[in-house]
Nanobody
Framework: QVQLVESGGGLVQAGGSLRLSCATSGRTSTIYVMGWFRRAPGKEREFVAAINWSGTSSYYADSVKGRFTISRDNAKNTVFLQMNSLKPEDTAVYYC????????????????WGQGTQVTVSS
């Protein structure tokens, strides 16, 4: 069993930046794909970004390409989401996700979830 704990959410003005972190613990010896999903108010949870174990391959939702960057530090068992040029429509609860293979763009691909961290972007 792997546990995921997110941090780094908060309130930011449009155009600003935030960096989310997700620390993993438990059975981290298995090679996992890591990623982020989000759920905006009144909407379903949607894919944001995912990255493979080595960090050499990543996927992004069209809505965040060029603004968000996913990365990982396997020595620290942590995955990051750098979010730049934030927009009010990025406001959502962001969830860290763990899976077995890319692209991990659907909820069905996810094996474990974090508890979520709130990101609010004011206009």
């Amino acid at each position: 069993q792997v546990q995921l704990v997110e941090s780094g959410g908060g309130l930011v003005q449009a155009g600003g930046s935030l960096r989310l972190s997700c620390a993993t613990s438990g059975r981290t010896s298995t090679i996992y794909v890591m990623g982020w999903f989000r759920r905006a108010p009144g909407k379903e949870r949607e894919f944001v970004a995912a990255i493979n174990w080595s960090g050499t391959s990543s996927y992004y939702a069209d809505s965040v390409k060029g603004r968000f960057t996913i990365s990982r530090d396997n020595a620290k068992n942590t995955v990051f989401l750098q979010m730049n040029s934030l927009k009010p429509e990025d406001t959502a609860v962001y969830y860290c996700a763990l899976g077995l293979r890319l692209p991990m763009t659907t909820i069905a691909d996810v094996r474990s979830w974090g508890q979520g961290t709130q990101v609010t972007v004011s206009s």
